[in-house]
């Protein structure tokens, strides 16, 4: 069975854009260098045509990816339907109990974490510690110095 892929709606809009692109405009580039670089002559010794060869290979597993990403993609519902429960786009501000630092994260899915821009994917460790909570209750995960513990401040969808 094909891996699933969580992703927010806006995240669904900005792959059927990117694969927008990269099957019209960029294949059009890619093919126009492939062309000029085949009139400088030999092409085994043609160091132009070899990197736009490469071009085109990591053109075509791009949109491999985005294809395979769009066909097994589950769209997160982010209605409040279950509002006050930590889900996949909730946004929560949390506090670490050890430090005492208050921080701000959106549980999403594995294609849009980024944790240097506060996007924290489910399957990590917090994320698996923070579905289902509420405000108030403390998500407790094992990282490798020991138990990690965040309460929960609020939650927004």
């Known amino acids: 069975m094909a891996k699933e892929y969580k992703i927010t709606s806006a995240r669904l809009r900005e792959l059927e854009n990117e694969l927008n692109y990269l099957t019209t405009t960029r294949e059009l580039e890619v093919t126009e260098l492939i062309k000029e670089a085949r009139s400088f002559g030999d092409l085994s010794e043609n160091s132009e045509y070899d990197e736009a060869k490469n071009e085109q290979a990591k053109l075509y597993g791009r949109i491999a990816e985005i294809k395979n ?65 509420k405000v108030g209750e403390v998500a407790v995960f094992e990282a490798p110095f020991g138990a990690i513990r965040y309460e929960i401040l609020g939650i927004e969808k």
């Open 69 to 133: 990403i769009l066909q097994n993609a589950i769209v997160i519902d982010e209605s409040d339907d279950q509002k006050g429960i930590v889900t996949l786009g909730s946004t929560l501000k949390v506090k670490d109990l050890e430090s005492g630092e208050t921080e701000i994260y959106t549980i999403v899915g594995s294609q849009e974490a980024d944790p240097m821009l506060g996007t924290i994917s489910d399957d990590s460790p917090f994320g698996r510690a923070c579905l289902g909570k």
